[in-house]
């Protein structure tokens, strides 16, 4: 059975930081390219950062400088650390594991909140 559990979400002051995790199971984990995602109230959910099966990362423009991916293939696990937040990265945080061969096999996390406010 896939899961995806993320954690590491709360309530943090803007310029402060958080640290997400996300432990994966039931697939391999080191194969697939992980990636997290956020959504705002009223708003599409949008990629934040990917960090590729190879490790290579990439970053949506708002994050960068701010915000790094990791993973740690011993530990099946995609860590997101969050710097000098502001209240425009309020959101449900969704951890997202992927990987395309001959076809595309995806999987989500259930979400976790980041709320940004003094």
């Known amino acids: 059975q896939v899961q995806l559990v993320e954690s590491g979400g709360g309530l943090v002051q803007p310029g402060g930081s958080l640290r997400l995790s996300c432990a994966a199971s039931?697939?391999?984990?080191?194969?697939?390219?992980m990636s997290w995602y956020r959504q705002a109230p009223g708003k599409q959910r949008e990629l934040v950062a990917t960090?590729?099966?190879?490790?290579?990362?990439h970053y949506a423009d708002s994050v960068k400088g701010r915000f790094t991916i990791s993973r740690d293939n011993a530990e099946n696990t995609v860590y997101l650390q969050m710097n000098s937040l502001k209240a425009e990265d309020t959101a449900a945080y969704y951890c997202?594991?992927?990987?395309?061969?001959?076809?595309?096999?995806?999987?989500w996390g259930q979400g976790t909140q980041v709320t940004v406010s003094s």
């Open positions: 039931g697939f391999t984990f080191s194969s697939y390219d």
């Open positions: 997202n594991a992927a990987r395309q061969l001959v076809t595309r096999n995806e999987y």
């Open positions: 960090i590729t099966s190879g490790g290579s990362t």
